[in-house]
């Protein structure tokens, strides 16, 4: 289904003129070594663009030109027509921090490097009338790497050339792969047949069975050489004697056409988008963009759209409440019918693992999308930005905050990355070892290996779907709040979108509120609110107060209310004294009003659904409190 999907997709691409056609890729060029027909070298011209980079900064990047396909590389040496890196093309590479020894090593393979890309292009071009050809090949041939470095054109950009830059050649004013003649013969050779021909399991058309499929790349955390989404590397994993791909046969056209698809969609950094460990990429089944776009915005909330842009939000809420309802939206030439595909893939060495793969029409994604927003909405803080709860936002509430020393020597806390961005397993801050958090408020987007990737891609299953949130999406949020002693509004969100999604008796739908609940006689929710109160009274005695009673007695007043609300409440009668009577009235008031729901007892322990009811019994009331401060 996967390779199905992606081979679908290069064709509606190839069919738009918007991907390398079979026996191409695109690759990242820096260099172009002018040649004339003698082979002489006449100049080397960089080959960079500029882009915006982070915080308004430009910087260069190599160009993206479509070149012959590249080889795969696994031990030897192997060169690519008409491109390569400078050990191919010059025979010359550098390496700091080398010994003599380690130097003269490397000096051999790159020679070695430069004499199969010699052959190469003997073997190819040898016998032809064509310039070009003759150029590329006399070139070659007088070609001295040892002397590479003496080279004037060269020595100019040593540097960057000798570190791994991949170039071509130019003649005449042209690209050598460019010339419609070598192209041709380069797509003969291509196209050349092997007796290993058998059925596609994924067209159903006989083919070249290929044994080693291309590689993908652009995947955070996989060998930056590329990763295989396919492969059979072990005796384990094969069975009737067939070695490696023969396994789950797959043509040699199907194997280019989903590994450039897929290729194609990791290139495009903007629409690649993070859940847990997994690089996750979207599209439709007819290649049109505005899909993808659509939803970096709605699904992944790390798209261009700005939700403090009231108007922008507007126009896609609108356009969310089209779709839902199967109304195709016209201003965004979006079709609910249209098939849309998400695939989450996470790196495991130098292979590939399927994190999740959903597919059905973007109608139904995006109204189990808004469910989802539906079920998550909440009372939010006044100084967050975010109406909608992003995918990358929610995970965050899972994972540990940052401890930071304040300007007084107190402890603060902090969620996300340190302003450079640079998150790293661990790092000191403020005398404190701690574990960086997975995702990052300025860029929306995972920065580190993920504390459960699992988790993260259940849910984000659960999501697409429509399914049932997993357990451990819940469980790692009472693990955070328990540890932390701090509701945030994405913990509360989801608590609230799991128990409606979840049902539990013990967590009733009269707690699953968007703000609070004044009527709700449940006892777990009105002991949430009771604490918030005794919060605030404590507060209001001690102002500027930096540790409060939800430091030292959260976690256990929610397990266990009959041994910790005593101990509140003795704590809560001698900070009233210390108020004016106007104070000490009201606030009292608040307490007996909460007590006469409870009654005289306190429940002894409350099981994990009651925890939830307590947990947002105490969020809607803090969050009551402050609303009415801001008021005021």
Request: charge should be neutral; charged fraction near 25%; glycine fraction near 6%.
């Amino acid at each position: 289904m996967i390779l199905q999907a992606l081979t679908s997709l290069y064709e509606a691409l190839a069919q738009k003129g918007e991907i390398s056609k079979e026996g191409w890729s695109r690759e990242k060029i820096s260099f172009a070594l002018s040649i004339d027909e003698e082979g002489n070298l006449l100049r080397v011209t960089p080959l960079f663009d500029t882009v915006d980079g982070p915080k308004g900064k430009t910087r260069e990047v190599p160009q993206k030109m479509t070149v012959p396909a590249a080889v795969k590389r696994t031990s030897g040496a192997a060169a690519n027509f008409l491109w390569d890196n400078s050990s191919y093309i010059l025979g010359v590479s550098l390496k700091k921090g080398e010994d003599d020894a380690e130097r003269e090593k490397r000096r051999n393979k790159d020679i070695k490097c430069f004499e199969a890309c010699r052959e190469l292009h003997h073997s190819m071009l040898d016998g032809m009338e064509y310039p070009a050809a003759k150029a590329v090949l006399n070139f070659l041939d007088k070609w001295e790497p040892q002397k590479a470095e003496e080279n004037n054109f060269v020595a100019q950009y040593a540097k960057e050339i000798f570190s791994g830059a991949n170039m071509v050649f130019r003649f005449n004013g042209g690209y050598v792969h460019d010339d419609p003649q070598l192209a041709s013969v380069w797509q003969k050779a291509n196209a050349k047949q092997k007796d290993n021909i058998g059925q596609c399991l994924v067209t159903g058309a006989l083919d070249e069975i290929q044994n080693t499929h291309p590689t993908i790349k652009g995947v955070q955390g996989a060998q930056s050489s590329g990763a295989a989404l396919v492969s059979f590397n072990a005796s384990a994993f094969c069975s009737y004697n067939k070695e490696q791909n023969q396994n789950a046969p797959v043509g040699k056209y199907a194997a280019f056409a989903y590994t450039t698809a897929l290729n194609h969609l990791l290139a495009d950094r903007k629409n690649v988008h993070r859940i847990g460990d997994a690089a996750v990429v979207c599209w439709a089944e007819n290649a049109d963009k505005q899909y993808e776009d659509f939803a970096a915005d709605l699904f992944f909330g790390d798209g261009d759209g700005d939700q403090s842009d009231e108007q922008w939000l507007s126009a896609l809420q609108a356009s969310v409440e089209l779709l839902a309802k199967g109304l195709p939206c016209r201003e965004l030439d979006l079709d609910p019918e249209r098939k849309f595909y998400i695939l989450g893939i996470s790196p495991n060495a130098a292979r590939l693992a399927v994190r999740f793969f959903y597919c059905d029409s973007f109608g139904n994604i995006v109204k189990n999308i808004k469910a989802h927003y539906d079920r998550l909405e909440i009372v939010r803080p006044s100084d967050d930005k975010y109406p909608m709860l992003p995918l990358w936002k929610l995970l965050s509430a899972t994972n540990r905050t940052i401890k930071k020393k304040n300007d007084n020597g107190t402890n603060a806390e902090r969620p996300y990355s340190e302003e450079s961005g640079k998150n790293k397993d661990k790092q000191e801050i403020g005398g404190y070892e701690v574990r960086m958090p997975e995702y990052s408020e300025e860029s929306g987007k995972n920065k580190d290996k993920p504390q459960n990737s699992a988790m993260a891609g259940a849910v984000a299953r659960a999501v697409f779907s429509g399914g049932i949130y997993p357990a451990s999406l819940l469980e790692c949020t009472f693990l955070r709040i328990k540890a932390e002693r701090n509701i945030t509004r994405e913990r509360a969100a989801i608590i609230k979108a799991y128990y409606l999604r979840n049902p539990n008796e013990k967590c009733p739908k009269e707690v699953l509120t968007v703000s609070l609940n004044e009527n709700s006689k449940n006892i777990p929710y009105t002991l949430g609110r009771l604490f918030s109160v005794y919060e605030e009274i404590q507060q209001a005695a001690n102002p500027g107060i930096n540790t409060t009673i939800k430091d030292r007695y959260f976690g256990s007043a929610a397990a266990m209310p009959a041994t910790v609300f005593p101990i509140l409440s003795n704590l809560a009668q001698k900070h009233l004294r210390k108020l004016s009577d106007a104070q000490r009235v009201y606030l009292d008031k608040k307490v007996m009003t909460l007590k006469s729901v409870l009654g005289e007892q306190y429940p002894a322990h409350m099981s994990l659904p009651e925890q939830g009811s307590f947990d947002l019994g105490y969020y809607h009331q803090t969050q009551a409190r402050y609303t009415k401060k801001e008021d005021k």
